[in-house]
């Protein structure tokens, strides 16, 4: 997996919520991703929607509503892509090499439904490396993430455009 030149990061809904709820943003994050796998990093996205709320301590909520596509915090590095694409087709080989029931498995209505996209794999990889959701502290009225991490969607199920909710919570 590598940064994906082809995607696109949209900010589709910013809301400011009223003054004494626990919630003080709402926003969503569309992500359109043209190739079929690959990590987008999030971080200099989501560290603007903190640096322009008012939110000085809390929590940042990232949900993923998807199941072929995750959450991760981890350095931003090409080599470490690169590692965790190998382990995954050691441990989840892509569909066209391995029978997977989600795919093989399927009724004629299912496979229409879905339309014939084998995607056993994607659903494997998601379920095995990543998270739906995610909860960063905010302090001081900034993300607090390591040294070296960074936000990320992994995608294995491209190309696809996913909606990420987000939420800031006051502390």
Not at 20 to 30: P, Q, Y
Not at 142 to 159: F, R
Request: glycine fraction near 8%; charged fraction near 25%; include cysteine.
């Amino acid at each position: 997996m590598t940064t994906i030149s082809g995607t696109r990061i949209d900010v589709t809904s910013h809301d400011a919520l009223p003054p004494g709820s626990s919630i003080a943003v709402s926003a969503r994050l569309r992500v359109t991703i043209d190739d079929p796998e690959g990590i987008t990093d999030l971080t200099g996205e989501l560290k603007q929607l903190v640096a322009e709320s008012a939110v000085a301590e809390g929590t940042l909520h990232v949900y993923c509503g998807h199941t072929t596509c995750g959450l991760i915090i981890n350095e931003r590095d090409t080599g470490l892509d690169t590692d965790m694409r190998e382990v995954l087709e050691r441990i989840a080989p892509h569909s066209d090499n391995h029978h997977y029931s989600h795919d093989k498995d399927r009724t004629p209505a299912e496979r229409l439904l879905h339309a014939e996209r084998d995607n056993g794999h994607s659903h494997a990889r998601a379920m095995l490396a990543t998270h739906p959701e995610l909860h960063i502290p905010i302090t001081a009225g900034n993300l607090y993430l390591g040294q070296w991490q960074a936000i990320m969607l992994a995608e294995y199920d491209g190309p696809r455009t996913r909606e990420l909710l987000v939420r800031l919570h006051t502390a």
